[in-house]
C-alpha cells in the first residue's frame, strides 16, 4: 500500500496504463528532438508536426477508452462514476499520462513567462528614457482605439453568427437564483476610475513579481521619464543605465530563443492534453457553438487582414512575419507568454520602431484582446438570446437594446482583461453580470466551459494578431516604419522618412516655442520693470513667436519639397529587394 501510494503521489505513475502511455509519450518526444536536431525545417514546420503528432497520439488515447461520454471525465454521483482525477477511476490512468504530457508544456510556458515582465519593463524604459523620443501618449492612444474598434467588429459579427445560426438553440437555458446570489457576490463591477487608478502599482516588488502588464508599463515608464529627465544634469550616468537596459535586452532575447527550441515538443504536449483531458463526444454536441466561434474568428483574421491591405502595406510579406506569433499564441493560450515572440516580430521582423513596438504590443495583453473579449462576448450574448425565449427576463429588451448593451459592455470589459488562461470566464461572467443576468451566468459556462480549452487556442491566436496587425497599421500613421521593412517598398518608405522628419520639426517648433514662453513669463514677473520695460518686452516676445513660426513653415515646406524631388528621380513603381 506505501509503495502504491508512493508511485501514485510522488512518481505519478501507478498503473501499468500509466507506465506504458507515459514511456510511449516520453519516447516519441524524445525520438522528435532528435529528428528536429537532424533535419533542418522551418521553425512554423517543426511546430505543425508537433501539433500533428499530439493530435494523432491524443485521438489514440481518446479510441483506446472509447471515447467516453462527459461523465467518465467530470464524474457523476446519480451514475456512480468518479472524476477521473480520482485515484480509483477506471481512467486514472489517463490523469498521469497528462501530468507527465505537460512537462514540456510547463517548461515552456514557464520560461516564456518568466521573460515577460522583464521585457516589458525593459522595452518601456528604451523609449521613455531615450531624450527626443515624443509621441509615446500618441501612439497609445492610435493603439487603443484601433485595438477597441477590433473589438467592436469581433463582438458585431459572432453576435450576427450566433443570432442567425441559432448557436443557442435547443439549449432553454434557465436562471439559477441561487446561483444570482453567489455570483452576485463573486463578481464585482469595476467602474472605471477605480479600474484606472488600479494600474499604478502600490508595491514596486509585487509588481514585477506579478502578471499583470500595465502597471508594469508604469513603473517602468516612471523609471526611463525620471533617467530622461536626469540626462540633463548626469548625462554620462544616465546613459550607462540605457547601455545597461540594452544589454538587458539582448541577454532576455537570447534566452528566449532558447525556450523557444522547446515549442514543438511544448506544442505536442498541449494538443495531446487538450484532447485527451476532455470528452471529444461533447464536441458532437455543442459542435455548432464551437464552429461559431471559430467562424468568428476567422472572420476577425480576415478583417485584420484587410485592415492591413487598406493601410497601404503588403499582405503577404505581413503574413509572411504575423505567422510566429499567431502559432505560438494558439499552442500556449496565453497572451502574456506569447508577448516576447510578438514584440520580437514586431520590431526586428517588420521594423516597426520601439516607441510603437514597446507601446502597442504590451497593450495588446490587457486590453482589446479582439477574440478573447470580441468573439467570445458575441458567443455568450448570441446564445444567451438565442438560448432564451420570449417571456423571460432576457427577452425584455429589444434585440438591439441588448445588443448594443452588449457591445458597451465588452468594450467597458475589454479594457483589463489580461491575455491568460481563464479569460473566458471573466468575460462570461463579466459581460453577463454588466448585463445584468449573473444568474444565467451558470447555464452559460456549462455550454461554453466544455469547449473553452480548444476555442481558447484559435482566440488567443486571433488576440496575439490583432496586435501584429495594429502595430504596423499605428506606425504607419506616425512616420515609424524603419527601412529594411518588407512590408512597404521603396517610395512607401520614403514618406515615411518624411512624415517623421515633419513630426521633428514640429517637436522642435514647439519646444523653442516652450522655452521663449518660459522665459518670457519668468521676466514678466520682475516687480521691476517698467511698464514700458513690459510692453517692450511684450512686444520681443510676440516677435520672437512670429519668427519661430515663420521658421518653422520655412522649414516645413522645405522638408516636402525635398522629398518630393526625391519621389520624382524614382520609378512609379518599385519592388522592394
Excluded at 480576415?302 to 499552442?331: D, E, M, N, Y
Excluded at 513669463?521 to 510692453?535: F, I, M, P, V
Aim: proline share 3%; with cysteine.
Amino acid at each position: 500500500m506505501l509503495a502504491n501510494t508512493m508511485l501514485r503521489d510522488f512518481v505519478g505513475i501507478s498503473q501499468w496504463q500509466s507506465l506504458v502511455a507515459i514511456t510511449l509519450f516520453i519516447a516519441t518526444q524524445i525520438g522528435f528532438w532528435f529528428f528536429l536536431k537532424k533535419i533542418k525545417l522551418q521553425f512554423m514546420y517543426r511546430v505543425i508536426i508537433g501539433f500533428g503528432i499530439g493530435l494523432v497520439y491524443g485521438i489514440i488515447i481518446q479510441a483506446i477508452i472509447g471515447f467516453l461520454p462527459t461523465e467518465y471525465f467530470n464524474g457523476s454521483e446519480e451514475l456512480g462514476i468518479l472524476k477521473f482525477s480520482d485515484p480509483d477511476s477506471k481512467l486514472y490512468w489517463v490523469y498521469e499520462l497528462n501530468n507527465w504530457a505537460q512537462f514540456f508544456k510547463r517548461i515552456f510556458i514557464n520560461g516564456i513567462t518568466l521573460l515577460t515582465i522583464p521585457i516589458v519593463f525593459i522595452a518601456i524604459f528604451k523609449v521613455t528614457s531615450k531624450p527626443g523620443e515624443k509621441g509615446v501618449g500618441r501612439i497609445s492612444i492610435k493603439g487603443i482605439a484601433l485595438l477597441l474598434s477590433n473589438v467592436a467588429f469581433a463582438f458585431t459579427v459572432t453576435f450576427i453568427l450566433g443570432y442567425f445560426l441559432n448557436a443557442g438553440g435547443g439549449l432553454n437555458l434557465q436562471p439559477n437564483l441561487d446561483g444570482a446570489i453567489a455570483n452576485n457576490e463573486r463578481y464585482q463591477a469595476v467602474v472605471i476610475p477605480n479600474l484606472i487608478s488600479g494600474y499604478f502599482p502600490t508595491n514596486i516588488f509585487a509588481t514585477l513579481a506579478g502578471s499583470s502588464i500595465i502597471p508594469v508599463m508604469v513603473i517602468s515608464a516612471l523609471a526611463g521619464s525620471s533617467v530622461k529627465i536626469l540626462s540633463k544634469r548626469k548625462a554620462v550616468q544616465m546613459q550607462a543605465i540605457r547601455n545597461a537596459m540594452d544589454t538587458g535586452w539582448d541577454v532576455s532575447m537570447s534566452i528566449l530563443m532558447t525556450f523557444m527550441k522547446f515549442m514543438p515538443l511544448a506544442v505536442m504536449s498541449m494538443i495531446t492534453v487538450s484532447i485527451t483531458s476532455r470528452p471529444i463526444g461533447a464536441l458532437a454536441t455543442l459542435g455548432k457553438i464551437i464552429g461559431i466561434g471559430y467562424l468568428g474568428i476567422f472572420i476577425s483574421i480576415l478583417w485584420l487582414t484587410l485592415l492591413v491591405r487598406i493601410s497601404g502595406l503588403k499582405i503577404g510579406a505581413w503574413w509572411k512575419k504575423a505567422w510566429r506569433p499567431l502559432l505560438q499564441g494558439f499552442a500556449t493560450q496565453s497572451s502574456n507568454a506569447t508577448l516576447p515572440t510578438t514584440i520580437d516580430t514586431i520590431r526586428n521582423d517588420l521594423k516597426i520602431s520601439d516607441a510603437v513596438t514597446s507601446t502597442v504590443a504590451p497593450l495588446s495583453t490587457t486590453m482589446g484582446l479582439m477574440a478573447c473579449a470580441g468573439v467570445q462576448s458575441g458567443l455568450v450574448t448570441s446564445i444567451l438570446w438565442t438560448g432564451t425565449g420570449p417571456g423571460t427576463i432576457v427577452h425584455d429588451l429589444n434585440i438591439w437594446v441588448f445588443f448594443i448593451m452588449g457591445l458597451v459592455v465588452t468594450l467597458i470589459a475589454s479594457l483589463g482583461i489580461a491575455g491568460i488562461p481563464g479569460t473566458a470566464t471573466v468575460v462570461t461572467v463579466g459581460v453577463l453580470g454588466g448585463l445584468g443576468f449573473v444568474g444565467y451566468v451558470d447555464a452559460v459556462l456549462a455550454v461554453i466551459a466544455p469547449l473553452d480549452g480548444l476555442f481558447d487556442m484559435g482566440r488567443t491566436g486571433n488576440n496575439v494578431l490583432a496586435a501584429v496587425a495594429a502595430a504596423p497599421i499605428v506606425a504607419k500613421s506616425e512616420g515609424m516604419i524603419e527601412e529594411g521593412s518588407p512590408l512597404l517598398n521603396d517610395r512607401a518608405i520614403i514618406k515615411q522618412n518624411q512624415i517623421l522628419q515633419l513630426k521633428e520639426n514640429k517637436y522642435q517648433y514647439l519646444d523653442e516655442l516652450a522655452n521663449v514662453t518660459k522665459t518670457f513669463e519668468k521676466a514678466s514677473r520682475n516687480n521691476e520693470l517698467s511698464a514700458t520695460d513690459k510692453k517692450d518686452l511684450k512686444q520681443k516676445f510676440v516677435e520672437q513667436k512670429s519668427g519661430f513660426k515663420e521658421q518653422y513653415l520655412s522649414q516645413k515646406e522645405q522638408i516636402k519639397q525635398n522629398f518630393s524631388e526625391q519621389l520624382s528621380k524614382m520609378p512609379t513603381k518599385t519592388t522592394k529587394k
